[in-house]
């Protein structure tokens, strides 16, 4: 088969780049070596009539009108708002942390543990909060979720946290727009892909002399994995998930996720209860209720690979790959593998968009 642009891989970095070179007028065909497309965002629906997310809660927010726009015209979403809650001594407490329950545990005039400029995760959670706080929800979560104290992890991590002045429980209040495709991730990515050949069930690295590019192969899967790991492994942190339906309660916990940052919770690291997900006068009328357990591990098969490991030493080896990719002719690595890098939904496909553009300017 020849086409202008092979690319591997049908979650949201393939499935909009082959959208845009195919509204372009190019020709494209896009490989999969899972059974569906859609990569991580992808959904199913539960026998007991529940949607849930294959490979972890996705939650979708952006304030970018182009990356809303682009997923209004392939789905219709309905609006939700994630909440979080940290079970922590016996209580639903809020995540990202209140304020008001770092005074009532410390005080009224409380100061972060740490000053100055942070050299790695655990002095930039001290910068932001007490000890006796970083140590009931910060330490732990991150021990059980990356398996190394917090000190060896990198300081930009905290990004993805604050503590919240206003209490304000929700996930992410700063977005312009969040909710949930009404039909699911995957009808939405099958949308996008409606008229672009599809390969399932094809890993490309075994079977790449089956597919021509004139033009260029895009490749979103693992950039060390593609190079036969010739530099050594990158690593990654993933999920073990075990799905379990409870008939006889009509809900499990308060909010769609609860984080359990304690050692004394044992191994699992967070529950989802997907009936939180569906629009209320649905959920209603559903019998029982449907939960995920999710227990951190460190994955070999790339299939497995969910977060980037944040440390030097890993980020080294991702940019000698990212060197070896860049002088490889007619390639394009990209992605949350292909780039070794954590990208919410919204930034996945912001990058697809401005890599299509970049591709088409450069007509090659
Ligand atoms: C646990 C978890 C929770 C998340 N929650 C959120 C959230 O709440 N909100 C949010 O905005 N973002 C969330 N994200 C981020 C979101 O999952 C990513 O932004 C998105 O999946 C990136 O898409 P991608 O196409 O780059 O990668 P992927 O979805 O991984 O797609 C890559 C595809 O390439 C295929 N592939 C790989 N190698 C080959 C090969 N050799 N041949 C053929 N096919 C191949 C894979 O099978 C896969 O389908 C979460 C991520 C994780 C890990």
């Given at each position: 088969m020849q086409v202008d642009y092979v690319i591997i891989g049908s979650g949201l970095t393939g499935a ?43 939650y979708f927010r952006t304030s970018d009108e182009e990356v809303w726009a682009l997923v209004n015209r ?154 036969g790991y010739r530099y050594g492994r990158l690593k990654y942190r993933a999920q073990r998930r075990e ?122």
């Open positions: 909009v780049i082959a959208r845009l070179l195919v509204d372009a007028g190019r020709s494209v065909v896009v490989v999969e070596r899972r059974g569906h497309v859609g990569g991580n965002i992808h959904d199913q629906v539960h026998p007991c009539g529940i949607r849930y997310h294959t490979y972890g809660p996705h392939f789905a219709e979403f309905y609006p939700f708002e994630a909440v979080v809650k940290c079970y922590i001594d016996g209580v639903y407490e809020n995540w990202p942390i209140a304020a008001s329950y770092i005074r009532q545990t410390v005080g009224l005039h409380w100061e972060p543990e740490f000053r100055g400029k942070p050299s790695n995760f655990e002095e930039a959670a001290l910068s932001m909060m007490p000890r006796v706080i970083y140590e009931k929800f910060v330490k732990p979560y991150n021990e059980k979720q990356w398996g190394v104290p917090p000190c060896q992890l990198a300081a930009d991590l905290c990004r993805r946290f604050d503590v919240r002045e206003d209490d304000d429980p929700r996930l992410t209040p700063q977005a312009k727009y969040q909710g949930l495709p009404l039909h699911g991730y995957t009808a939405m990515i099958e949308a996008m892909l409606a008229d672009i050949p599809v390969v399932l069930h094809c890993d490309w690295l075994k079977y790449r002399h089956s597919f021509l590019a004139s033009k260029m192969y895009i490749f979103t899967g693992p950039i060390d994995e593609l190079f799905l379990e339906y409870l008939s006889d309660v009509p809900w499990r916990q308060p909010v769609v996720q609860v984080n359990y940052p304690q050692h004394a919770s044992g191994p699992q690291l967070r529950t989802i209860e997907w009936k939180h997900l569906l629009p209320s006068h649905y959920a209603q009328r559903i019998q029982g209720t449907l939960i995920t357990r999710e227990t951190p591990f460190t994955p070999e098969d790339p299939n497995q690979y969910e977060y980037p490991f944040p440390d030097e030493e890993n980020r080294r080896l991702y940019e000698r790959y990212r060197e070896l990719a860049e002088k490889t002719p007619n390639l394009l690595v990209c992605g949350r593998l292909g780039e070794y890098r954590y990208y919410d939904m919204d930034h996945a496909i912001g990058r697809a968009m401005a890599l299509a553009r970049q591709l088409l300017r450069s007509s090659c």
